[in-house]
């Protein structure tokens, strides 16, 4: 099998020589002698530059994409849109589509499951709020009980209130006992003046 990059070689020094003897037909080199070197001399180095931009090792000022091989050649770059459709219209791999699913039969059962303990929390807040309410309402229930109560007391004691009771009630909210402690002061005396306030009538 033939090489590309020698036939394309090939071919454009043929044509480059044959470009080259008709600029030198036409209008011949004022440095040319008898015996034709002056020419041989030019198409040797037409020969070896055409050669070298060829081979890229010259700089030609232009920005052409750069085979594997070293050669150079023109070529357009696909457009963005062909890209894209190209990507689009090719299929997706099936490890990927079963990845897909995965992915979202998790997420549904993440889903499910984080609803699942919404519902248990807020039937447990729920639960939790009543028996607070419940225990609020007996401790009401109850605080209203012992103030009616004492209340009554007050207004029972108040209407059967009689001479020299008034004594009997302030003896009853003092301590007659005969202990005293180091630190308090002796109350003997007041004790005594209370017991006989109580039992004095007037």
Do not use: H
Not at 151 to 179: M, N, Q, V
Request: proline share 4%; charged share 35%.
């Amino acid at each position: 099998m033939s090489d590309p990059v020698a036939e394309f070689l090939a071919r454009e020094q043929n044509v480059l020589a044959g470009i080259e003897d008709d600029s030198l037909g036409t209008s011949p080199s004022p440095y040319a002698n008898s015996t034709g070197r002056n020419d041989k001399a030019e198409n040797d180095i037409a020969y070896v530059n055409n050669a070298r931009l060829l081979s890229g090792t010259i700089d030609s000022g232009l920005d052409l994409p750069t085979l594997a091989n070293g050669v150079q050649r023109s070529s357009t770059t696909p457009s963005p849109s062909l890209v894209a459709m190209n990507i689009a219209s090719k299929p997706e791999p099936e490890k990927i589509k079963k990845w897909r699913e995965e992915q979202k039969i998790m997420l549904e059962m993440k889903d499910k499951n984080e609803e699942k303990k919404k519902e248990e929390m807020r039937a447990a807040g729920k639960k939790e709020l009543e028996e607070w309410y419940a225990r609020r309402a007996e401790r009401l229930a109850k605080t209203r009980i012992a103030n009616r109560k004492a209340e009554e007391d007050f207004i029972s004691d108040r209407e059967s209130l009689k001479d020299g009771a008034e004594w009997e009630r302030i003896a009853k909210l003092c301590e007659f006992s005969a202990k005293n402690s180091k630190t308090s002061s002796d109350l003997s005396r007041l004790s005594t003046l209370l017991l006989k306030l109580k039992t004095q009538k007037e």
